[in-house]
């Protein structure tokens, strides 16, 4: 079927799964997102990653099936703080993981880049540095640990003071209360969802805690689904907890998989220092919110282009980012299950195999974009 058939079926089935509790106005908003530039359509449609990935790229049904990232792209990094407080750098999104081919993960990161026109990089430099971090990884898999380590990635993604003051924008009170920002509502607490508000009071610090309740529009391939947060004072300050419906990967949907979110699980996978608020309770995923936690960009959103440039530089995604993403994911796939077998398979790849790969997946997924492109356009 076409993209517009296969977004409309995936959508009647995300409201099934969601209960009926699918947020309209939010799709609206990803529609736009998937017009907007093949990198966008990529990071907004994984299901349909997963319908179509075989066809551009058979060969990747082959080696060890590992749990997967699934919807992995340059801009599902991120940190975070540990148990022990250190900060701590790699993937921060696994709501499409699953069990596929673990080669599938490091065609797709190499693709977003791709796809995101990084510039001053080759399709050939964006491979090797890949496979070399990756290569790295099953090796020596780790956490990035960034307390005494990696300066390099630390003296980036340290927020800055700016950064701080434009995260308690979004979500101090007083400011909502006065600005009334189009993308957060207040939810009067008897009227909150009892699932989504039982999972936010369970991830307080204690039970002294009083929070106000909001929902918020964030996101890009999770756009439809219900999210709010709870934010209230704690301590001397305010403390946010932000709970969102998962449902199960768009991979299981495609090929049959597992009914069960798998995000907790690779998680806390044996080479991660996990964020100790990252949990799973039933179909809602809760964790905290705090301006501590620095995202990567490829480029600023449209009209923050002033904003971004006084910020400490986000422009990151060159070789050595590239790298030290092929190595977070290798030490992801590392500590699941047949994970042993992946550093044969990848040794009898033969030469090129990544560069072939991505230039035929960055080909389907931009052609799937143009169509819908066209049908956005022509609404």
């Not at 596929?100 to 693709?111: E, G, K, Q």
């Not at 969802?193 to 307080?204: L, M, S, Y």
């Not at 050595?320 to 500590?335: F, K, V």
Request: hydrophobic fraction near 40%; glycine fraction near 6%; proline fraction near 5%.
């Amino acid at each position: 079927m076409d993209i517009v058939k296969s977004a409309r079926r995936y959508e009647r089935w995300l409201r099934h799964q969601l209960d009926g509790d699918l947020v309209k106005e939010d799709l609206a908003a990803k529609h736009d997102k998937m017009a907007a530039d093949a990198f966008q359509f990529l990071r907004a449609t994984y299901w349909r990653w997963a319908e179509t990935i075989y066809d551009a790229c058979p060969d990747l049904k082959h080696g060890p099936h590992v749990l997967s990232v699934g919807d992995i792209h340059v801009e599902n990094f991120g940190t975070w703080r540990d148990a022990e407080g250190r900060l701590v750098w790699g993937v921060n999104d696994f709501d499409e993981a699953a069990r596929m081919p673990y080669a599938l993960d490091i065609v797709r990161l190499a693709a977003s880049a791709e796809l995101a026109k990084v510039p001053g990089i080759t399709k050939e430099d964006i491979c090797s540095a890949i496979l070399d971090g990756y290569r790295a990884g099953l090796v020596s898999p780790r956490p990035f640990v960034l307390d005494r380590a990696h300066r390099w990635l630390r003296d980036i993604v340290v927020v800055s003071t700016d950064a701080r003051k434009e995260f308690w924008k979004k979500f101090d009170p007083q400011r909502i209360a006065e600005k009334k920002p189009k993308k957060v509502t207040p939810v009067p607490a008897d009227e909150m969802p009892r699932r989504f508000r039982k999972a936010i009071d369970r991830a307080q610090p204690d039970d002294d805690v009083r929070l106000l309740y909001f929902t918020r529009v964030a996101g890009t391939g999770s756009l439809g689904r219900p999210r709010f947060f709870g934010v209230g004072p704690w301590r001397g300050d305010l403390i946010v907890r932000e709970a969102k419906a998962m449902v199960r990967s768009g991979w299981a949907l495609a090929h049959h998989g597992s009914h069960n979110a798998r995000c907790a699980e690779i998680a806390n996978g044996r080479h991660r220092s996990p964020d100790p608020t990252y949990c799973l309770r039933g179909h809602v995923l809760v964790r905290r919110l705090s301006p501590n936690d620095f995202k990567i960009e490829v480029k600023p959103k449209a009209g923050e282009e002033e904003k971004y440039n006084a910020l400490p530089p986000k422009q990151l995604v060159n070789a050595r980012m590239l790298g030290a993403m092929g190595h977070d994911l290798a030490a992801i796939h590392r500590g699941t299950r047949d994970a042993d077998d992946i550093a044969a398979d990848l040794t009898a790849r033969a030469d090129g195999w990544l560069e072939e790969a991505v230039s035929a997946a960055a080909a389907a997924v931009t052609a799937e974009w143009r169509e819908w492109r066209r049908h956005h356009k022509g609404k």
